[in-house]
Nanobody
């Protein structure tokens, strides 16, 4: 079992920044693919970024490339999503997810992920 806890969401003005955290308990992120997704009311869950814990590779959605950065802290077993130059269209609930057996793979499909956090709300005002 893996428990994921997101934090760091909030209300920010357009152009501002937030850093989301995803802390894992129950097991480490080793060999996992870690993804961030987001969902706005009335919309489908959208891929944001994925990280291979083993290989370090990343893949970003075009909509966030150059503005968002995923990083990790091995000692804290935590993944971060630094979000800069936020736009109103970034408003959503942000979810952290893992695929436990990915090793060097990364995935954009939400159904490839085994465990999900509860989400954290990000609201960007114009």
């Amino acid at each position: 079992q893996v428990q994921l806890l997101e934090s760091g969401g909030g209300l920010v003005q357009a152009g501002g920044s937030l850093r989301l955290s995803c802390a894992a308990s129950g097991r480490t992120f080793r060999s996992c693919a870690v993804g961030w997704f987001r969902q706005s009311p009335g919309k489908e869950r959208e891929f944001v970024v994925s990280l291979s814990w083993s290989g370090g590779s990343t893949y970003y959605a075009d909509s966030v490339k150059g503005r968002f950065t995923i990083s990790r802290d091995n000692a804290k077993n935590t993944v971060y999503l630094q979000m800069n130059n936020l736009k109103p269209e970034d408003t959503a609930v942000y979810y952290c997810a893992v695929n436990r057996q990915a090793r060097y793979e990364i995935y954009v499909e939400s159904d490839k992920y085994d465990y999900w956090g509860q989400g954290t709300q990000v609201t960007v005002s114009s």
